[in-house]
């Protein structure tokens, strides 16, 4: 019988090699495209390469045979890809295997220490002014600079360098200069004092568009302003929604990441993983990474633990 290999390259997108076993299964195609296949389960356990060598898969001679492949490892969302395998070659793989995490088996972050943080992100954090609006908000009132990044905990410090990255970035028209100082920080999103130019600076910037503001609410002594904009990302867009303290008139905003439309990957549309209502942060990040797989630029500089 005639048989194939495949070189494949498996990974997280951290580009390393996951931890623990890896499951791949080759379904043949019916009809003509699989023929002289046959169903393949293989397993191994990922080392220090991420570069990985299927052999004696079988397949038709000429033409070559036609599969789906199906990946599968611990903590990771399943890959899929189509693969055509061809007689006594080692076939590259038609796609780099690149495993999206699973949110809720992320226990923990490794994340860079308060002083490891860009100057503008400590600054935000030294100048907290905490506040309670609900009660998973009440545990870091009055925290500021170092302490209230330790108390963050996963999921909020998670959020805290996912918006703090795009705010950063160019396709965010690098807002975060005007971002000035936290009130509140949750899993999902957070709401600071802003300079009082950045929303016409937003309504002006070719990087947004007008949203709509009927989802978000004013903080307490807060109004709307009824200005709210989107970064114009195909995925992980920043929106930025405008409220105005009544006393002091200072301008704040609610500021959030969507992954707007989802993304196809591995033959799976990959959407928000939502909990208890709120977007998780770890998808998030993942959204953030593949925007610019290649240089990495949105990457929020944090990992996961299990």
Same mark, same amino acid.
């Given at each position: 019988? #005639? ?8 990974? &997280?997108? &951290? ?13 043949? %195609? ?39 492949? %199906?990946?599968?490892? #611990? ?20 796609? &780099? ?5 699973? #949110? ?23 100048? +907290? ?20 990044? +330790? ?54 910037? #070719? ?21 709210? %904009?989107?970064?114009? &990302? ?17 301008? +704040? +905003? ?49 990992? %996961?633990?299990?």
């Amino acid at each position: 019988m #005639p048989i194939g290999e495949l070189l494949v390259q498996v990974t &997280d997108l &951290d580009r390393k090699p996951v931890p623990g076993k890896v499951e791949m299964e080759f379904q043949r %195609f019916s009809g003509d495209l699989g023929a002289g296949g046959t169903g393949l389960e293989v397993s191994f356990k990922m080392g220090q390469e991420s570069d990985i060598v299927i052999t004696r898969i079988p397949c038709r001679g000429g033409p070559g045979t036609m599969y789906r492949v %199906f990946a599968a490892a #611990p903590h990771y969302r399943p890959y899929s890809f189509f693969q055509l395998i061809r007689e006594d070659l080692v076939n590259p793989a038609a796609d &780099d295997i690149e495993f999206w995490v699973k #949110p809720g088996d992320v226990k923990n972050i490794r994340a860079p220490q308060f002083l490891e943080l860009p100057p503008q992100v400590q600054k935000i954090l030294d100048q +907290a002014a905490m506040i309670e609006e609900e009660d998973q908000d009440e545990d870091l009132v009055g925290d500021s600079g170092e302490s209230l990044y +330790a108390a963050l905990g996963p999921l909020r410090k998670a959020c805290l360098l996912n918006i703090t990255k795009k705010a950063s970035h160019s396709s965010a028209d690098n807002c975060l200069p005007q971002i000035e100082a936290l009130l509140i920080c949750r899993q999902d999103r957070f709401f600071a004092f802003v300079d009082a130019t950045l929303p016409d600076r937003l309504q002006s910037s #070719p990087f947004y568009k007008t949203a709509p503001d009927s989802l978000h609410k004013p903080l307490p002594g807060f109004k709307m302003t009824g200005r709210s %904009f989107k970064s114009r &990302d195909a995925h992980a867009n920043l929106q930025v929604t405008f409220m105005q303290h009544i006393q002091s008139g200072r301008m +704040a +905003a609610d500021i959030d990441i969507d992954e707007s439309s989802g993304i196809e990957h591995g033959f799976e549309v990959i959407r928000n993983a939502v909990f208890k209502n709120r977007t998780n942060p770890y998808l998030i990040r993942e959204f953030l990474i593949s925007a610019d797989l290649q240089n990495r630029s949105l990457d929020p500089g944090y990992a %996961f633990v299990f």
